[in-house]
């Protein structure tokens, strides 16, 4: 059963929440603060977990009553707040679920536990009715948001919360985990570790995902072929692109880091520090083709492409642009 030692990388959260743990000194209302995949759902399930076990320990104990309720979602003192709109947690969920819910005494355990993940997407009145429990909380309550943008937090929330921020976790964490845990070969692992920036979720979900294989392939299959292409190639190449147009940050992505690679190779001639070292003869011919000035140029295109896309400029013009400036620059 998972515990404190499960937690990849966030070292801060952990020392943080095992003191708590330890002294006995908790707080009503804690947000965990990080971008999605990060694991805040992990480390207040793995809180909550250890706050209600029966043996009071800094670990959840994983064979108590408490912890095995806890373990597959059935704690009844454990709660996760729910919403019927996709984009809203509206004035009537905090009603319902924390304000009239919080005056019940727990059931069987010590504290009764709010969760609340998306918190960013509260409005501002269901965060003006979430301030009246915090402002009064009953001793054994405890509410544990989640949320990607600490912003989006009315002042008055955060002042009466601790704010627990996740760091990226190091790629050399991140990479044996995938290595050991998931078994994900060396250099597959290399690749998820430098899309995911530190983000053991995003990681896990990009070793796991058919997906993303499809995506580096089509990518790689493209660049190795780009300069013998025609016109009519081109938009054959992105009409398969925009099959993607889902995971194009993914897609652009991949092929910065490939024109990095290719730029680092130029610099140093040492593939031992490329993410995609499995390519080593095409990174080789490329980078011995082109200039320096033209693989920035390259990288500043797809940067351009990034902002045209997030703009809502036409996605196929776009695309075309930017592989008729790869084909002259790469």
């Known amino acids: 059963m998972a515990d404190f030692n499960d937690i990849v990388g966030q070292d801060q959260i952990k020392e943080h929440l095992q003191n708590v743990l330890k002294t006995g000194k908790t707080s009503h209302a804690y947000i ?43 704690h009844p003192d454990i709660i996760k707040i729910t919403h019927e709109k996709p984009n809203t947690i509206s004035v009537d969920d905090i009603r319902t679920q924390i304000n009239n819910d919080v ?22 009145q269901a965060q003006n009715a979430l301030l009246k429990t915090l402002e009064e909380p009953p001793a054994y309550a405890i509410i544990i948001l989640l949320t990607t943008n600490l912003d989006a937090m009315l002042p008055t929330i955060l002042s009466r919360c601790v704010v ?11 990479k044996k985990y995938l290595m050991e845990e998931m078994m994900i070969p060396d250099y597959k692992a290399e690749v998820c570790v430098a899309f995911a920036r530190g983000n053991v979720g995003k990681a896990k979900l990009l070793a796991s995902s058919e997906e993303f294989e499809n995506i580096k ?20 190449s992105v009409k398969k692109i925009s099959e993607y147009k889902m995971n194009i940050n993914d897609y652009l992505d991949i092929m910065a880091i490939w024109y990095r690679d290719v730029l680092l190779f130029k610099a140093t001639n040492d593939a031992n520090h490329l993410v995609f070292r499995e390519e080593i003869k095409n990174i080789r011919q490329t980078a011995s083709k082109c200039s320096y000035e033209g693989i920035e140029k390259v990288i500043e295109a797809l940067d351009v492409a990034k902002r045209r896309l997030e703009a809502n400029v036409n996605f196929d013009l776009t695309m075309e642009l930017l592989l008729m400036q790869i084909q002259e620059n790469g």
Not at 164 to 174: H, S
């Open 32 to 74: 965990i603060n990080g971008e999605r995949f990060s694991g805040k759902e992990f480390i207040a399930k793995i809180f909550a977990m250890a706050l209600q076990c029966e043996k009071d320990g800094i670990n959840p104990c994983g064979m108590c009553h408490s912890c095995k309720q806890a373990a597959s979602d059935n």
């Open 103 to 124: 005056v019940i005494k727990p059931y069987t355990g010590p504290y009764k536990i709010y969760i609340m993940n998306e918190a960013e997407k509260m409005n501002t």
């Open 164 to 174: 627990l921020n996740m760091k990226p976790a190091p790629d050399d964490l991140v």
């Open 217 to 236: 392939n089509d990518v790689l299959g493209l660049l190795k072929n780009i300069h013998n292409m025609e016109l009519n190639e081109i938009v054959v």
